[in-house]
């Protein structure tokens, strides 16, 4: 089963960017379709992001369409989230999240069987 670390969270003021990487062990990475939750206080972990095991779709929640962009580099076992025009209500911890070969449904956390210890995230206004 794929390791997974994330880094990249800290402080920021409202406005401002981040970019998150989890960094995946194992030797098929590319195998593996990657997604961004977060979770705040309250009940559900929330999807931020996914990109597909073949490189190609990917898939944002409209909270964060046209602010945030998932990206992969399969060389180096990396997923990344670049958030721009950060809000507070972007604050959170975030987790990356893997399953192998995952197509449909990459937008709920039950399909992922992989996860991140988490990175946290805090938005000042």
């Known amino acids: 089963q794929v390791q997974l670390v994330e880094s990249g969270g800290g402080l920021v003021q409202a406005g401002g960017s981040l970019r998150l990487s989890c960094a995946a062990s194992g030797r098929t990475f590319s195998r593996y379709t990657m997604g961004w939750f977060r979770e705040a206080p309250g009940p559900e972990r929330e999807f931020v992001a996914a990109i597909s095991w073949s490189g190609g779709p990917t898939y944002y929640a409209d909270s964060v369409k046209g602010r945030f962009t998932i990206s992969r580099d399969n060389a180096k076992n990396t997923v990344f989230l670049q958030m721009n025009n950060l809000k507070p209500e972007d604050t959170a911890v975030y987790y990356c999240?893997?399953?192998?070969?995952?197509?449909?449904?990459?937008?709920?956390?039950?399909?992922?069987?992989?996860w991140g210890q988490g990175t946290q995230v805090t938005v000042s206004s």
């Open positions: 999240a893997a399953k192998e070969f995952l197509v449909i449904g990459p937008q709920s956390a039950q399909k992922y069987d992989a």
